[in-house]
């Protein structure tokens, strides 16, 4: 192994502004989340009644459910738009505007009228916007991502990228928060007060965004020309096995999360197993919890390298799925916060930890952004239709259905843990290593 295949990850040292960058995509990646996961709670727990009535309270949740998965199917359109401009102008201008996006689409929902007030026009408008949402948040992913592992040094890339990553947990902890608050407020007001004041968060991250500089590695692939024309059609063609072993990989993760959390949800609700405010606290328990663990998963993967923690925790979930069930059905609050705790620290935390680092290293820095944009968001659509599908899976055979498709999805993502490549393996550490000692340390560092 020699340092040359290295050099494309960024300046060995990383740059000046490694910090300043990773907590710039922090921000951004901590509001979009807001945004976009807010959508998922407001679905579980309001959204049948508002923009669906009429019908039973599943069909309700279906609905909401089917407008949620709009939004999913909506990511890969963003990512191949946000892939493709981040090869070819670079990878800031596509930060700022997804965010932009992104804010506006959320504040408009907080705005919208009911079925009550419009009739059909109501979902109509729901959906609309939820697409806008879906294309930027698509967009988002790469950009802040490759922004945080390009300008970070060789051998703390996990510690970095994993401060983007838990932007995760804390835009959910933040979301879950303001609707723990809002929970008691009256009517509408419940579900429109969380999504307008995501425009504060807005203003701030627009700000902090703003200053980051554009991605070294950006910088060095344009200085020699090597900016590709079409690098979506390129990475394709040349590097599809990848695609499709992230697509696997990612599955596992956000399809996972889909059952366990965002259904899990509705299914509490729904079996009346537990209040909105004790499943919202819950909720919050996880996701603070989930900060940290994100960040140490993350840094776990820069000491035994990107693989390991994919393989052990996929066989843990295929394990968890039925437990998983069984302690949230006694009905008890500490079992559920031990569940859902567990859920997201283990099962979807330790995957995410490893996707910063591992996606980005599986594609040469041209078409960096186009692929690992298309595997991470491709996924999505999976995930977008699976608290729907798990909805069927319940009225036709009970908890065990939703149960089962977790464990699946577990397997897939074992299977191409199993499959792809370990991009820092012991051989790649050693090479990191040496060139950090050699290499003379910049005085900012």
């Known amino acids: 192994m ?32 807001y945004d976009f996961i807010g959508f998922g709670t407001a679905a579980a727990l309001y959204f049948g009644k508002a923009f669906f009535p009429g019908g039973d309270e599943v069909t309700g949740v279906l609905l909401s459910f089917a407008t949620l998965g709009v939004g999913f199917v909506a990511r890969p359109l963003g990512g191949i738009l946000g892939g493709h401009l981040g090869d070819k102008i670079g990878r800031k201008p596509v930060l700022v505007a997804s965010l932009i996006v992104m804010g506006l689409a959320t504040f408009v929902i907080g705005l919208l009228p009911t079925y009550a007030a419009v009739g059909a026009l109501a979902p109509t408008l729901l959906v609309i916007v939820r697409i806008i949402q879906g294309l930027a948040y698509g967009a988002e992913w790469g950009g802040a991502i490759l922004m945080t592992y390009e300008h970070a040094p060789w051998s703390a890339k996990g510690a970095y990228t994993g401060l983007v990553q838990a932007g995760f947990p804390v835009g959910l902890l933040l979301a879950n928060l303001v609707f723990l608050a809002s929970v008691h407020l009256p009517g509408d007001w419940a579900w429109r007060v969380p999504f307008l004041a995501s425009a504060i968060l807005v203003i701030v991250g627009l700000i902090i965004r703003s200053k980051v500089p554009e991605s070294p590695v950006f910088e060095d692939v344009k200085a020699s020309g090597d900016i590709v024309k079409n690098p979506i059609v390129e990475v394709v063609r040349n590097d599809w096995r990848n695609i499709v072993r992230g697509i696997g990989l990612r599955i596992a993760e956000t399809a996972g999360y889909a059952v366990a959390i965002t259904y899990m949800i509705s299914y509490l609700h729904t079996a009346k197993l537990a209040s909105s405010a004790n499943t919202i606290l819950a909720l919050c328990i996880a996701s603070f919890l989930g900060i940290f663990a994100t960040v140490a998963w993350a840094r776990l993967t820069d000491k035994i390298g990107r693989k390991p923690p994919y393989v052990w925790v996929c066989i843990f979930n295929a394990l968890w799925a039925i437990p998983m069930f069984l302690l949230v059905n006694t009905g008890l609050v500490f079992a559920i916060v031990v569940t859902l705790t567990i859920s997201y620290v283990v099962s979807q935390n330790a995957l995410a930890g490893s996707q910063g ?30 608290p729907f599908l798990t909805t069927l899976l319940f009225i036709r055979f009970g908890w065990i259905g939703p149960a089962l498709l977790f464990a699946a999805y577990a397997l897939l993502g074992l299977w191409a843990a199993l499959v792809t490549p370990e991009t820092w393996g012991r051989a790649e550490r050693d090479a990191a290593r040496h060139a950090t000692e050699t290499t003379e340390r910049p005085a900012w560092a």
């Open 357 to 386: 680092t591992w996606f980005p290293e599986l594609f040469q820095a041209k078409t960096r952004s186009s692929g690992a944009s298309l595997a991470y968001q491709i996924s999505a659509m999976i995930s977008g239709v699976t």
């Open 2 to 33: 020699t340092t040359e295949s290295l050099a494309m990850r960024g300046p060995v040292h990383g740059s000046a502004d490694v910090k300043r960058v990773a907590y710039g995509s922090s921000a951004g990646a901590i509001i979009e989340a």
